[in-house]
């Protein structure tokens, strides 16, 4: 009689799931950080908030789909969700530092305003649409950013009694208004862009200790205009 042997069982992985699912999320951001590097955006704290800040809870439904790729999307209001890779160039000429007060012009959906968050700034965000303005809110609890507070109203308009450390304007501007630059803290930085004379152009105003203002202009950017006032109907 020949004795029989069972051949080899099912082997097992203990360091894989029971079910083998692959977190998809994680991937997609992943890759999303992998792309920015890609583009020349090194800095680690700026990569690992741009990893952590859902852009797809930001990003309007229908394009959701498209929230970890490199392009600006349509918004309510006439308004637009700018490119990551923009986004990510002025927020690198910000540096901004944990602990510091940032006035953030054009709120939008609230992402930059939650990256500012992740970066542990203190960030008082300003916009212009109430429709936007509670939407961004809402975006705001659902990722739990704290040390945020946001205002439907006229950004670009005299505040006597502000100052901050960092200003960023989320929109080009044909000059950047001294109701905004006097609210720059000696030390302080401003980032926006210029669209005086051709495309817009990104610009880093900062405040000396002696309080002289020095401007510096950078790269040419996607973005679209930043609108002063307060809208009256949406």
């Known amino acids: 009689m020949t004795d ?5 069982g099912p082997i097992h992985f203990p360091f894989l799931p029971d079910d083998h699912r692959v977190d998809e999320q994680a991937i997609g951001a992943a890759s999303f950080v992998l792309s920015l590097r890609a583009r020349g955006i090194r800095d680690i704290a700026l990569l690992r908030a741009m990893e952590l800040v859902p852009r797809e809870v930001f990003a309007p439904r229908r394009f959701s789909d498209l929230s970890r790729t490199d392009v600006a999307l349509p918004l309510p209001c006439g308004q637009t969700m700018t490119a990551p890779r923009t986004v990510a160039a002025m927020l690198l000429a910000l540096g901004v530092q944990p602990g510091q007060r940032v006035l953030e012009v054009g709120t939008g959906t609230g992402y930059v305003t939650a990256l500012l968050a992740k970066l542990r700034a203190e960030v008082h965000s300003v916009e212009r649409f109430n429709t936007l303005a509670e939407s961004a809110a809402q ?6 950013a704290s040390g945020t507070r946001l205002e439907v109203g006229d950004g670009l308009a005299a505040r006597p009694r502000d100052r901050f450390d960092r200003i960023l304007l989320n929109g080009a501007v044909g000059a950047v208004p001294s109701s905004v630059t006097s609210l720059l803290a000696p030390g302080g930085r401003l980032v926006g862009a210029l669209s005086a004379g051709g495309a817009p152009r990104l610009v880093r105003i900062d405040r000396q200790e002696d309080g002289e203002l020095r ?3 950078g790269a040419n950017l996607r973005i679209a205009p930043l609108v002063t006032g307060v809208a009256t109907t949406l």
């Open 215 to 217: 401007q510096e202009p």
């Open 4 to 8: 029989h042997h069972p051949g080899p």
């Open 139 to 144: 975006h705001l609890r659902i990722v739990e």
